[in-house]
Every structure is written in C-alpha cells, then in structure tokens.
C-alpha cells in the first residue's frame, strides 16, 4: 500500500460500483481541519493511474482541510468492472462522488482527461464544486483531434492484440517506467521506485486493462472546447509545457475560450504531464494560491 503517513483508507458503496478513497486520520492529527470545507484530487487516467499521483501533494493541506482522493473506478483500489467504461459514467461517478462524500461544495484539484471531464461535471452541476484548480486539462480530442488516428490506438482496437499488448508492454515494471519517462516526466530522473511500483500495483489489479485499454483507444476522449465556453465555476489551469499529450499551446487555446470562469494560467518551464509528481513543491505552492485567492 502507498498511502501517506497520517491517511488512511476508507470505502464508499456507490452506484457503479465501490469506490475506495484516502482521508487524514483524525486520529493522527491533533485538531480539526481550520477550514469545513472539502478539498478533493482526482486523479488522471494512463497505465496505472490511482490517487497515487497526488499523495505527494495533499498530505501538506490536511491541517487546513477536510483532504479526500479518491481512486476511481477501474483504477487504483476501487472496483474493476469487467464492463465498457464511458466518458458518460465517469462525469456521472465524479459528480456522485461529490455530492456523496462533501457535505458542502468543495475545491477539486484534479489532471489530465478527468480535470477535462470534471469542466463538463461543473457545467451540468453550477452549484456543485466552489472551484477547481486544474493539470493540463484536455479531452484529448480538443479542436477537432482525432484521438484515434494514432498507431498505438489502432493496435489496441485489434481484439487479443490488445490484451497481450497491456499484459506484455504496460502492466510490467519497465512499461510503466518506460510509459512515465515518456509520457507524465519532463526529466526521468524524478521516477522513483516506489512510483513505479505504485503505477505497477494499480495497473495488474483484476480487470485493470478494461478501463487502461478504453483511455488508449480513445474511447474517452471528447471535445473540451465546444464545452468549456459555458464553465462559470472559478478556475486556475496548470500546465508542463513539455507536456506530451497535451501540448502548452492546447492549453492556451482553451483558457483563452473562458477568460472569465479560467482566471489564472499558469505555465511551468521543464516540466510534463504530471508536475504534481515531478514538482509536487511548485504545485503545493500555486494550490495554495489558489485556495487564498478563492477565500477571498
């Protein structure tokens, strides 16, 4: 197990299934958070992805908040349906996870594909989520992109061809290291061991490729631009500008679609994909920001 010092484990029977989620232990701490008001990460989506990726970060706000991270289904320790997985059911789960586990509306952090899904969640939920502070937020079909013109996501489509690829090349120790260097870390020489063996125990949990392989296909993917422009949930964006599946210039495009509900855009010089990982001190740092400037 990976969880921080000072966290523990809990569980939640939900609609599509249990989710599993970190909170602080109140036995570990001496006082009650100074503030009621939730502060939830939500974790992206790629080989191995869990809550993990933000423990790093959200241990160091626990004294000022209620913290909740959450696996989500098909990942980390929640539950692995041996079933399709939709972009419709992840807003679905991400919003009943919400409203089942803040007793008032939060502040959400989250990254990659399901910060992208949490806008269109914030969209059909006005009252839902106070505000978001959000990592390289992308559908990965953003401008009219073609998420599945790859050679990587036409492989995965071929049936067997799929399973052997995920078991083979992704669900193993030099996959995930591989698949880090490449696609989350600017600079590889931040991938620890215990990452990977985070991403490794998430990603060869049972059914685990089901929702992997459905994120490689592009299954997922979605247009955040036709979406974005209607966001009135107030919102910082976060971005690596070596960022490899979303470059910094998709970023930039899609803030500037909202300057009103997007009011800060922050980029960080040699950093990727998951900078609350590769520097979660920074990124400790610009949430603080913004949970100042969202007390104002």
């Not at 193993?172 to 985070?198: C, P």
Request: with cysteine; charged share 15%; hydrophobic share 50%.
């Amino acid at each position: 197990m990976f969880i921080p010092p000072g966290f523990v484990q809990r569980s939640l029977v939900l609609s599509q299934g249990t989710v599993v989620y970190f909170e602080a232990d109140p036995d570990f701490w001496p006082a009650p958070p100074a503030s009621p008001r939730p502060l939830v990460f939500i974790h992206g989506f790629g080989g191995g992805s869990s809550s993990y990726e933000w423990s790093k970060v959200y241990p160091a706000f626990a004294a000022d908040y209620p913290v909740l991270a959450p696996d989500l289904i098909g990942w980390g320790q929640s539950d692995h349906p041996d079933r399709p997985l939709t972009t419709a059911a992840y807003e679905a789960l991400l919003a009943e996870i919400l409203q089942k586990l803040c007793p008032e509306p939060p502040m959400v952090v989250a990254s990659s594909l399901s910060a992208a899904m949490l806008v269109r969640v914030a969209i059909a939920h006005p009252t839902l989520i106070r505000g978001m502070f959000l990592v390289t937020p992308a559908g990965l079909a953003d401008f009219g992109q073609d998420p599945s013109s790859s050679f990587i996501n036409q492989v995965v489509k071929l049936p067997l061809i799929d399973q052997l690829l995920y078991r083979g090349a992704i669900a193993t120790a030099e996959g995930i290291k591989l698949f880090l260097a490449q696609r989350q870390f600017a600079d590889a020489s931040k991938i620890s061991d215990e990452m990977v063996a985070a991403y490794l125990a998430s990603a060869q949990q049972p059914n685990a490729d089901v929702a992997a392989l459905a994120f490689v296909r592009g299954d997922l993917s979605f247009d955040l631009a036709v979406d974005l422009p209607q966001l009135t949930t107030p919102t910082t964006m976060l971005w690596g500008e070596a960022a490899q599946l979303t470059d910094i210039d998709t970023g930039r495009r899609l803030a500037a679609l909202n300057p009103t509900a997007i009011r800060r855009f922050e980029a960080l010089p040699g950093v990727g994909l998951t900078p609350q990982l590769e520097v979660p001190g920074v990124t400790i740092g610009l949430i603080q920001q913004f949970l100042e400037a969202m007390a104002l």
